[in-house]
């Protein structure tokens, strides 16, 4: 699993806002009604690029943006033959994947939509809006958890910018929260259900932080990366070969640079991952997360020199839980 897992706040979203938003896009290019046949069948007929410009002009609400929400993701689904989502997600997790799974995420997640052309840079202004009404900027999934582990807004922003501001001086800080919000919270949450519901050799759980820091990405150029660390997705231009490497009149790598050596080893572990069950079965290097309820995750640190390191529950960001408890002391 990679790029995220259905537990992340802005993977799954409510089937009546869905059709809500669908009837609202529909009558935006010229086709108001009521009829979710008639709004399907129209917005077939409209050009891809047009559909995507349109929906993120006009759904997206001003509070919407400022959390970086996606507007079309999975829902539940009872009346297709073969519905993709027929249950709730939580129910679905409970089951366990039943085969070896690898999960993980990057060193550096959240730069991608608060440091980059992909999302557009954040603006001093736009920073200090964040810091004036930090619960606007949070996905509603991700509130309705703070509730239930009662922690309130002002301790969640304490425990990334401590008694500071959000502000240019303290971006990475507001990287680091996009970061867990979106993505590691959600990751670490799946692992440790895969662990508590198995722990044996054929149904083992790999996890990864992808650290490997490289000028040369064609993700990095494109998208235009301003801050340290990995960002979303980078890992993916060392596992299949980025032909809009040609588009922006770069060369593919040296066979003696680190990057190809990266591509080399990463392919290795995929494909052995995909083949066996192991992504390092020659050298064991890559060990399992074997029971989370320990305290410890073994993770393979991949970077020029992979390692296999811990993260350990309690310390780490996004263990908001535990550390809330260390505010209150």
């Avoid at 609202?24 to 410009?53: C, N, S």
């Avoid at 350990?312 to 839980?321: H, I, S, V, Y």
Wanted: net charge negative; with cysteine; glycine share 4%.
């Amino acid at each position: 699993s990679q790029s995220g897992v259905i537990r992340c706040p802005w993977a799954f979203t409510e089937q009546q806002l869905h059709s809500d938003r669908g009837f609202r896009l529909a009558e935006k290019l010229g086709k108001a009604t009521a009829d979710p046949k008639v709004a399907y069948e129209f917005l077939k007929t409209i050009d891809a690029k047009k559909l995507i410009e349109t929906e993120r002009k006009f759904l997206l609400t001003e509070s919407e943006r400022k959390q970086f929400s996606f507007i079309f993701t999975p829902s539940l689904d009872h009346e297709s033959s073969n519905p993709f989502f027929p249950e709730d997600p939580e129910t679905f997790m409970c089951r366990e994947v039943k085969v070896p799974f690898l999960l993980g995420f990057t060193s550096c997640e959240g730069s991608i939509l608060i440091c980059s052309d992909f999302n557009g840079h954040i603006s001093k202004e736009d920073l200090e809006a964040v810091n004036s009404d930090f619960k606007k900027t949070i996905l509603p999934r991700c509130l309705s958890t703070l509730s239930k582990i009662s922690i309130t807004i002002e301790e969640l922003k304490s425990l990334y910018f401590g008694d500071k501001a959000v502000s240019e001086e303290t971006l990475i800080n507001y990287v680091n929260f996009i970061s867990d919000e979106f993505v590691c919270r959600s990751i670490m949450e799946v692992v440790d259900i895969q662990t508590k519901l198995n722990n044996n050799d054929n149904k083992a759980t790999y996890l990864y932080q992808f650290s490997y820091e490289s000028e040369n990405n064609p993700l990095r150029k494109i998208v235009k990366v301003q801050t340290p660390g990995v960002t979303h997705s980078e890992e993916l231009a060392y596992l299949f070969h980025p032909y809009m490497i040609r588009n922006l009149g770069l060369s593919a790598p040296a066979v003696d640079s680190e990057d190809y050596k990266m591509i080399n080893c990463l392919t290795q572990m995929w494909t052995d991952f995909a083949k066996t069950g192991n992504p390092t079965p020659t050298t064991n290097l890559w060990l399992s997360v074997t029971d989370s309820q320990s305290g410890k995750y073994n993770y393979l640190n991949i970077d020029t020199n992979s390692q296999i390191k811990v993260f350990r529950k309690g310390e780490e960001r996004w263990d908001w839980e535990k550390k809330k408890n260390k505010l209150r002391r």
